[in-house]
């Protein structure tokens, strides 16, 4: 029978049904942060058991740590070190290797696990923390749990998962210049509803995806939970494969031989089926922009913001009039040229290189305006240092951006560092929730170009408004560096 | 675990769409390395006019006098989305919660659920609107949610089927521990995973 690409990592790693839908999954990789894994590794030491397979278990310090320069355990969110020392205690206890807070390899977790080849195309691969997702963009089996399913992972090195429908999504056409994988999931959010995908996981597929690099597929996949998506998956390529080769926990040899031929086969036979399938054309997409307080409330820069008698996605118009409310604009406002005080660049969404240079490109050369305070905050120390290589923390600072180290920042407010309240912040993060970047903060996502325009303009902008080259055809030559075997 | 078998109890009607996991507790409200202590953070940004002060919003639904104790709450579409933090469900079950009736669920959110003894009940929206006009009007209403039933009986006597898989069913209804479940085929995932780094050795480290 024609499988599904997720029918063929579902089914290699059923251990037992359990009747209906539902299966013990085998666990191959479980990676935890400070926050959520924390809790689960303290429960899991009460309990009286054990890591049954610590070598295939990895932490990072992401969520609450400090950003600036020369930080320590201490973290602006109250009471935050407590998480930092349980981790940094219970990873030593399970005998887990842990990214700490200044390991040369510290960073977001979604964005860590690639660089160090921990995710692997037809791996399965769980995580306590929601945008688990994102690392589907290389064909593993990657989804968000809770803390209580971590600790049945980290204890049994398996799960109890009811199998989800399939949903293809097929992204067609060619992306138009300086649009990006950002605007493209905003749209498709926008289209669909933040429940659009609920009880299903996703297959990315078509030309547009097949011509994205693996960064821009992170992305995307990265939203398929604000989707309400189980996960979101893309058959992995040869950019998979080669974005993979060499890196520290990726297998070696004749290991990786044997490994590249198993990963050729993992894609969608021709004839599978899926419970639904949706095509989206992209190549008239323009710079996509939140205007409310969900996902969904995605439109194109040059539109306006909706009328209360507009149903758009599932809202309903007392949705729209609250979300209106809390986010300060009136209905018919157009979504360009309204003033920001707040940019934020960074998150397992938008903080790896290739997002970096795109705003890059648009800052170079230029000034953020008066009143706007400006943060960049790369996803990983790995990201940090080849940007530094490149000289774009140069043109961040110049351009009058904070250059942090890496964390998952002002993502969302943890009680330390936020924006002001009811302060408009336009950030290339992925929830635009009330309250998610500080007390009553009011967020516009987009993506790094849009947030660097605007940033300059000191309202929601375009990079063409500032007449900046199209991202893409600017990003900076890479410096060449020796090659050290 | 909580065993849940059947609960009668008041209904507080919460009818917004994408309730998500930073409203159900902002992240600033999880101050411990613990599961317990969170109810004060529930819904903070909507319960209380003043954080800080723990100033109550008396318009908001659970701080109105004919809400106290409920155990119930009616919600709009994708009811848990966002973050993954299992607090969400942590503080819903401190405070008293005990099942939540919405016509949909985020994955991750229902899953925390039923790993804490918490119903998730799935309707349709015309009839979570039913349900929710009866728990606005007049007196607070009493509901019973009956899980070995599978049924929802609303003030007026009327009843609502609904229905939730075997396996969820039979998890709350036993409030067995699914680790020590688990562990009882420990000789079925060794057997598995001897067969796994056999056929596929690259995926062990």
Known sequence: MAKTLFDKLWDAHVVTNLGGNNALLYIDRVFIHERTGSVALKSLEESGRQVRFPDHVFGTMDHIVDTHEGRGDTTLMPSGEDFIKAMREGCAWAGIKLFDINDKDQGIVHVISPEQGIVLPGLSLVCPDSHTCSQGAFGALAWGIGSTEAEHALATSTLRVAKPKQMRIAILGTLPAGITAKDVILHIIGELGAAGATGHAIEFCGPVVDAMDMEARMTLCNMGVELSAFTAVIAPDAKAISFLKGKPYAPKGDAWAEAQTYWQTLKSDNRAAFDRDIAIDVSRLKETVTWGTSPEHA????DTVPLTTNTQGCASSESIRKALDYIGLESGTPLAGVPITGAFIGSCT???LSDLRRAAAVLKGRHIAKGVKAICVPGSMAVKAAAEDEGLDRIFKDAGFEWRLPGCSMCFYAGGESFDDQERVISTTNRNFENRQGPKTRTHLASPATVAASAIKGKIASFRDIGAD???????????????? | MEKFTSITAIAAPLMRVNIDTDIIIPSREMKRVSKKGLSIGLFAGWRYEDIDARKQNPDFVLNQPKYLGTQILIAGENFGCGSSREHAVWALAEYGIRTIIAPS????????????GLLPVTLQADQVAVLADLAIGGAAGIFTVDLVAQTISDPTGQIHAFKVSDNKRQTLMDGLDPIARTLMVEDQIKAFEQKRFTTHPWARL
């Open chain 1, 299 to 302: 439109i194109e820069i040059s």
């Open chain 1, 350 to 352: 938008n903080g790896r």
């Open chain 1, 470 to 485: 199209t991202p893409k055809d600017a990003i900076p030559a890479a410096r060449t560096v020796e090659v050290v075997n």
């Open chain 2, 105 to 116: 669920f985020s994955a991750i959110f229902e899953s925390n659920c039923i790993q804490n």
